[in-house]
């Protein structure tokens, strides 16, 4: 059974710093696109990062860029996002998503047909 699980969102400050991490099981995902993707209460699920399936190629919505950093950890299927300078407008739930194999880096969340449970993720003013 394959399995996304998220991992790192939290309560920090304006200005602050979190770690999400994405743990996938169940088959290996070395060579899919990963992204990661936020959803507010009342808003369409927006996307956030992504990254190609060697690290080679990342991109990020302009909300985020300078900000927010995606990467592939050394253990194989793992996906981290690092975001700093947080913002009240990041206030979202944070789900981590894996493309099918051998495709470029996708920006809607239709693109995507692995998903985790998603993690909160609240930044108080």
């Known amino acids: 059974q394959v399995q996304l699980v998220e991992s790192g969102g939290g309560l920090v400050q304006a200005g602050g710093s979190l770690r999400l991490s994405c743990a996938a099981s169940?088959?290996?995902?070395?060579?899919?696109?990963m992204a990661w993707f936020r959803q507010a209460p009342g808003k369409e699920r927006e996307f956030v990062a992504a990254i190609n399936w060697n690290g080679g190629s990342t991109d990020y919505a302009d909300s985020v860029k300078g900000r927010f950093n995606i990467s592939r950890g050394n253990v194989k299927n793992t996906v981290y996002l690092q975001m700093n300078s947080l913002k009240p407008e990041d206030t979202a739930e944070y789900y981590c998503?894996?493309?099918?194999?051998?495709?470029?880096?996708?920006?809607?969340?239709?693109?995507?047909?692995?998903w985790g449970q998603g993690t909160q993720v609240t930044v108080s003013s």
């Open positions: 998503a894996a493309r099918s194999q051998h495709h470029s880096i996708g920006y809607h969340y239709s693109e995507y047909i692995y």
């Open positions: 169940g088959r290996t995902f070395s060579t899919n696109p």
